[in-house]
């Protein structure tokens, strides 16, 4: 019988006074009782809007179905028909805006909680399943793939699926790109990625960690090697900055460096061996995903007072709203309107021995308005004269986007890249280079992760229509 409430089930989660001190993760899951409940307020629609909003083009309404009638397993079988990653979609992937955007629940109410119950029959499964996949009959080719990010890490498992030999190379010493380095534990647990990691790998996936292309091999290097094509994933790693004075003080951070920092090299942790700013006052400058994940690491890194400071207003910010919702419950405080112009230091010419010369001491801003449409169809913020004011602070970081690296397409002879750095790619994810393809942020600069397994779905699908003629 349908379940014809207008509201999702909620989701459990920590309490904000409890998660803003540690780094264990928020959401807690649907149980099953949760999540057939949920299932039941989907319609079925024949249609299928849900599934045209989906940049991997899951069978939403199948899986759906599934967990309906209590055949979970059933359920993840259909997601990984379409995707590699379930259980990171299932918490990082911005459904609001995607498949639920399409929901024809929304219409009178809230949509169906696709984002939740993928969630669920990711983690049912990776609790239960007891069986390895089934690794598909060799058909004799190889592939090499640059980065194991989401983008990557889809190619690799889409083109594994359908028999190729395929080697993933990844610069750091462990797989998972932006989704290891860049996402906060307690929004997605690194075991969570490691799981995903390991099931590609049993699908026949090699990853070789600790290789940078454009230095330890080049692409040219590995069509010497055998490979037939190569798919590049290497992600926007370049961090951007605003060019006002005092971005070179100690305590001014890119939001890459920051989460790096604690995500990776677990800064966090008592003993860790890598230095980081905690606690006293912290401006995180933007207000996008990354830079929630900046904000609410500073708080938990020990933090007394965080601040968000965004150019635009509460109803601009480009933020997924429950990252917002979380940031407010758990005392970030929004400082809206606003823009820097100077990161003040300290100074000390009578003792240039004192500790704190160079380092962090405020921000100087400047209030802002929205004035007409920019070419993005966003209100643009303009200065308002007089109103400068100084924020007192220890630590800043700078979350205003990235840009892809530049080193794969200076040692690559032939690869085109656009004025931002992003490489050039047709609408198959195939480069100005014969056999060399490309998806992700390393094409669009800073994005979603499943607009990146979308590119990497698109440009695997390419390949193996270029190596089967």
Do not use: W
């Amino acid at each position: 019988m349908p379940n014809m409430s207008l509201k999702r089930n909620p989701m459990p989660a920590q309490d904000a006074k409890v998660r803003s001190r540690n780094f264990d993760e928020v959401a807690l899951g649907y149980t099953e009782e949760m999540a057939i409940d949920e299932a039941a307020r989907c319609l079925g629609c024949k249609t299928m809007p849900c599934v045209d909003g989906c940049p991997v083009k899951i069978h939403i309404p199948a899986f759906i179905a599934k967990i309906r009638e209590g055949d979970f397993e059933g359920a993840y079988q259909i997601i990984t028909e379409s995707s590699s990653l379930p259980a990171v979609c299932g918490r990082v992937c911005p459904q609001e805006t995607q498949c639920e955007a399409r929901c024809v629940r929304g219409i009178k109410g809230e949509s169906v909680g696709i984002g939740r119950l993928e969630r669920f029959v990711a983690d049912y499964h990776n609790t239960f399943a007891t069986l390895p996949p089934v690794k598909p009959t060799p058909n004799g080719h190889k592939v090499a793939v640059v980065g194991a990010g989401p983008s990557g890490l889809t190619c690799a498992g889409d083109l594994a699926k359908r028999g190729y030999a395929v080697t993933v190379y990844e610069a750091l010493h462990v797989a998972g790109g932006v989704l290891v380095y860049g996402i906060p534990e307690f929004r997605l647990p690194k075991r969570i990625v490691a799981k995903e990691v390991e099931t590609l790998e049993a699908l026949g996936v090699k990853i070789e960690t600790n290789v940078v292309i454009g230095k330890t091999l080049t692409v040219d290097e590995l069509f010497d090697m055998g490979f037939e094509a190569v798919f590049i994933g290497s992600g926007a790693g370049l961090p951007s900055f605003m060019g006002i004075p005092g971005e070179s003080l100690k305590g001014v951070y890119s939001a890459n460096e920051f989460l790096t920092r604690s995500n990776l090299m677990k800064a966090y942790r008592t003993d860790a061996q890598t230095p980081i700013m905690k606690g006293g006052r912290v401006a995180v400058v933007g207000g996008g995903n990354v830079a929630m994940d900046a904000a609410r690491t500073a708080l938990r890194l020990g933090a007394e007072k965080v601040y968000i400071v965004y150019r635009r207003s509460l109803d601009e910010l480009p933020a997924r709203r429950e990252e917002v919702e979380h940031a407010m419950e758990e005392g970030i405080e929004f400082c809206l309107l606003s823009n820097p112009v100077e990161i003040l230091g300290f100074e000390n010419p009578d003792d240039p021995r004192d500790a704190r010369c160079g380092s962090v001491r405020g921000m100087r801003c400047v209030k802002m308005e929205l004035g007409e449409p920019d070419a993005k169809g966003r209100r643009r913020p303009i200065a308002i004269e007089g109103s400068e004011f100084e924020m007192e602070l220890n630590t800043v970081v700078m979350s205003i986007g990235t840009s892809p690296n530049p080193l794969i397409k200076s040692t690559t002879e032939g690869l085109e890249t656009n004025e931002r750095g992003g490489i050039i790619v047709n609408e198959a994810g195939l480069t100005t280079r014969h056999a060399v393809y490309a998806g992700g942020d390393a094409v669009t600069g800073a994005a979603t992760v499943i607009s990146a397994m979308g590119a990497g779905k698109t440009a695997a699908r390419a390949i193996d229509e270029y190596l089967s003629k």
